[in-house]
């Protein structure tokens, strides 16, 4: 029996080694950086777009998210350490431009008004869309690589996300979008 659970552990342990070799994971790995760097940003970010915020509600939705951002940096990092990487980040292109996107909005509103509170909004579901489709993809790839436990944290972060989105335009049909619209 012994030598049988030897052979199906080095069977295991070559097609491991096969994989984190892949191209496959590799994408895997430097994707989950790029995930990695815009969560750590949009952490910073989300600051400013609660102090931005005219009404009360807006601006407890990014508070909200600033702390379900940092505990998305923490699952990241947890990841890393289940796939015996080091958490590292790689500039996320379209996470650095969406933020740009975002200060823009919050220079061009007028302070105060419904209407910046509906177009930062947008800009913070452009992110939540931008972070789904991420995750989604993430969570896919993870499950193909039978990587169980790192597909599981994926996949709550990715919950996660979508309930900040739904959140988000609840707060914009409730009232918001109305307003900014009798303006």
């Known amino acids: ?51 931005a915020a005219t009404t009360d509600e807006l601006s407890k939705a990014f508070e909200k998210h600033t702390q379900e951002t940092e505990t998305h940096i923490e699952t990241l990092e947890k990841v890393f350490e289940l796939l015996g990487e080091k958490a590292t980040a790689k500039k996320c292109d379209a996470m650095e431009g969406l933020i740009e996107e975002a200060n823009s909005i919050i220079a061009d509103t007028t302070k105060s008004t419904m209407l910046r509170d509906a177009a930062l909004i947008l800009a913070a579901q452009k992110v939540e869309h931008y972070e789904i489709a991420t995750y989604g993809t993430l969570r896919t790839f993870s499950e193909k690589m039978g990587h169980q436990e790192v597909t599981t944290l994926l996949d709550q972060t990715l919950k996660n996300e979508k309930d900040t989105d739904v959140a988000l335009t609840k707060i914009a049909v409730k009232h918001i979008n109305e307003k900014a619209s009798e303006e």
Do not use: R
């Open 1 to 51: 029996m012994s030598s049988k659970k030897g052979q199906t552990n080095s069977k295991k342990s070559s097609s491991d080694k096969k994989m984190k070799d892949s191209e496959f994971h590799k994408f895997f790995i430097d994707e989950l950086k790029d995930i990695y760097w815009a969560e750590k940003h949009l952490s910073k970010a989300l600051p400013k777009l609660k102090k």
